[in-house]
């Protein structure tokens, strides 16, 4: 009978040893897991750290039946491209895309090349987009003097993106495909001192499959469904977004807005782009 008892008093002892070992576990140093649910996969597999960019399927010059180049804005303000624009600030490792470029830009893991020309020759360094981008003010006291200031810069003043894409027909697959070939953040830009507003100013150009490392490593909200992670680089290639044509490739290298102007501007890009998708409906007979 002490047998029993004191068999039953080590089992106690045991358990209680392991409920307050459990305990200190949790409570320890590590910060407690932000999930409901247990899981296998480490932090870095959980945040989207380890992912590389899954290769595009090889086309042959040959097999391109038919091409056209269009460059087309994502307005940052549309319900659909908000993914894109939020959170402004970082958010529980979240970044908006404008960030993640900018940082990546900083720290040198992707090259920026100037916003005014999308021919990618012309590459700047981390240093000349930074003073580029930062703002040098002078301001008069009330004393008479003038006092420089400088104003860093937001992303969140980026509302639009510039993206630069080929569609073509390939005749291997028989079908209407696109490759995106680079990408440009605009920021609004206003009037120092009436405040009006003048247009949106390109901060730089991004060689997109030089970026696509970057961006699959970035997740991106999935407004269906929180369980279904997504990244950056899954919403480009599946065109979860909204665009409308500003510019095809043309003779006189001009945009839309050179030569439409209001409605008649919104007309003539949805004809440029019916234009390409009518370009696979001709190759066949029904």
């Not at 597999?45 to 042959?60: F, G, P, S």
């Not at 100037?114 to 040098?136: A, W």
């Not at 003010?137 to 003038?146: A, E, I, K, Q, S």
């Not at 200031?149 to 073509?168: C, N, Q």
Request: net charge negative; aromatic share 12%; proline share 3%.
């Amino acid at each position: 009978m002490k047998k029993l008892i004191l068999t039953a008093f080590v089992m106690v002892i045991i358990l209680l040893s392991g409920s307050i070992c459990k305990v200190e576990a949790q409570f320890g140093d590590a910060p407690p897991p932000d999930r409901f649910y247990e899981t296998d996969r480490t932090d870095e597999e959980l945040d989207l750290k380890q992912r590389e960019a899954v290769e595009l399927i090889y086309v042959r010059e040959a097999d391109i039946m038919y091409s056209k180049r269009l460059w087309q804005d994502i307005d940052f303000r549309e319900k659909i491209n908000q993914t894109l624009y939020y959170p402004k600030q970082e958010v529980s490792g979240k970044r908006n895309l404008t960030q993640i470029l900018y940082d990546a830009v900083r720290e040198g893991s992707i090259r920026a090349y100037d916003g005014h020309q999308d021919d990618f020759t012309i590459m700047l360094t981390p240093d000349e987009v930074m003073d580029y981008l930062e703002e040098t003010r002078t301001m008069t006291l009330d004393d008479g003097t003038d006092t420089s200031y400088t104003i860093s810069f937001d992303p969140a003043d980026v509302t639009r993106l510039r993206v630069k894409e080929d569609w073509f027909i390939d005749q291997k697959r028989s079908l209407l495909d696109v490759r995106i070939i680079g990408v440009s953040p605009r920021r609004e830009r206003f009037d120092v001192e009436t405040g009006e507003f003048i247009g949106f100013e390109p901060i730089f150009w991004v060689y997109f499959p030089e970026a696509r490392n970057i961006l699959i490593n970035e997740e991106v909200y999935n407004r269906h469904s929180d369980a279904a992670r997504i990244s950056f680089d899954d919403l480009f290639l599946r065109r979860m977004f909204n665009s409308y044509a500003v510019k095809e490739s043309n003779v006189y290298d001009r945009m839309i807005q050179d030569y439409y102007t209001g409605l008649d501007a919104l007309l003539e890009a949805e004809r440029v782009f019916n234009e390409v998708r009518y370009a696979e409906h001709d190759l066949w007979e029904f």
